[in-house]
């Protein structure tokens, strides 16, 4: 059986570098794994409690359908002000939901990404395993991939970027434990 993965990406940003490394670890996704990119996180409406019941907005059902359908979540983000990128937390929220039965339960998260900062992201990445955590996610806490962006120019070029998104890959795969 072929493991899926979901990419969630924490930039909005057209020429993100974050996007860039989804896509990496996309075409680097050996034989029996597929990686896809969860496309339109800015289509979520903000997450209030008086518009999440039966009927959801389209975007929201799309989200929960995709991350639970898929045998792991990559996500890949930057770090704004010290922590997750607002876009990224409101899709944690909505998919933590509902309380105990949301299409984060159980499901095998890793966290990578990269950053202007020198510690590529850290508290990003610290605070997105805590939340995903919290809303009832299997945290992949051994893998901790923090790059700085401004010392690689293309990542699909550099070997050691390749070598960290590949492992990373790997391990949230064998983590997962989907027979191959
Ligand atoms: C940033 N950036 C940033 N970088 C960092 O290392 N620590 C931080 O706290 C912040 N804070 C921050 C806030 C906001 C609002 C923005 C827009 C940016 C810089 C950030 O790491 C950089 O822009 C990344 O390149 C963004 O990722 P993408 O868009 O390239 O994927």
């Known amino acids: ?14 020429e993100s570098k974050n996007k860039e490394l989804a896509e990496l670890a996309r075409d ?28 959801v907005a389209e975007a929201v059902t799309r989200l929960r359908t995709a991350v639970a359908d898929a045998d792991a979540v990559l996500v890949v983000t930057p770090e704004y002000n010290g922590t997750i990128p607002a ?11 509902p309380f105990g039965n949301g299409s984060l339960t159980d499901k095998p998260v890793a966290v990578i990404g990269a950053s202007l900062g020198r ?4 508290w990003s990445h610290d ?23 401004s010392t690689y120019d293309r990542a699909a070029e550099d070997e050691q970027v390749v070598d ?17």
């Open 87 to 97: 876009v990224l937390k409101n899709a944690i929220d909505w998919a933590s939901r």
């Open 1 to 14: 059986m072929a493991t899926s993965v979901l990419a969630l990406v924490g930039s909005l940003r057209q």
């Open 28 to 55: 680097l996704a050996p034989e029996g794994v597929s990686v896809s990119l969860f496309e339109g996180l800015d289509e979520l409406p903000f997450h209030n409690e008086d518009i999440d019941g039966d009927q």
């Open 119 to 122: 510690f590529g992201g850290k």
């Open 127 to 149: 605070d997105t395993r805590k939340a995903v955590g919290i809303a009832g996610a299997r945290v992949v806490e051994d893998v901790e991939v923090g790059l700085q962006s």
């Open 164 to 180: 960290k998104v590949r492992g990373a890959l790997t391990r949230l795969v064998d983590f997962s434990g989907v027979p191959a």
